[in-house]
């Protein structure tokens, strides 16, 4: 008999544009984004996600953005609550302190996908990760790039797990 439980995990995807994207970026960039993505990670009752602040957490849909746009089921773990928390612990002081937080290389979307990967095995969705390259390979997304480059998107509502922005 398999004593082993089993822990559901999901991806909560967020518009931060809510839909502006989708009318804007064909004038701007030359090309159709769906939208400018902020994802968490759900398990073990909480939601999960990285930004300027560190690795934060809140009770599912609890930042000020509100429900998720989309839910994804990555599918189960057998990862134990405790040992995750221990996992995040150990990122949260090294690979995703707050200070490590680049708007298009080491986001939200990078810790979900490493997040997910840990969990199930499994990647979030492409057109997620492929989105900065997707800004960055437009003349307008080169020229945005600098002012880009100085946010840190951290959504209120989330306890920061780590103690934010190691020095």
């Known amino acids: 008999m398999d004593n082993t439980t089993r822990h559901n995990i999901q991806l909560y995807i967020y518009d931060l544009s ?24 759900v398990a073990y009752g909480e939601e999960f996600f990285f930004g300027g602040e560190g690795i934060s957490s809140c009770p599912p849909g609890g930042t000020m953005l509100g429900p998720p746009d989309t839910v994804v089921e990555l599918g189960e773990t057998e990862v134990t609550e405790e040992i995750f928390m221990e996992y995040l612990s150990s990122l949260g002081e090294s690979t995703y302190r707050g200070d490590r937080y680049r708007l298009f290389e080491h986001n939200c979307n990078t810790f979900s996908n490493e997040v997910a990967q840990f969990l199930t095995g499994r990647h979030i969705p492409s057109y997620i990760t492929d989105l900065p390259s997707e800004v960055l390979s437009t003349p307008f997304g080169q020229m945005l790039r600098p002012i880009l480059d100085s946010i840190h998107i951290a959504p209120p509502g989330g306890h920061v797990i780590n103690g934010g922005r190691n020095m």
């Open 18 to 41: 809510r839909g502006m994207a989708r009318n804007l970026s064909p004038i701007m960039l030359g090309k159709q984004l769906d939208g400018i993505w902020h994802t968490a990670i």
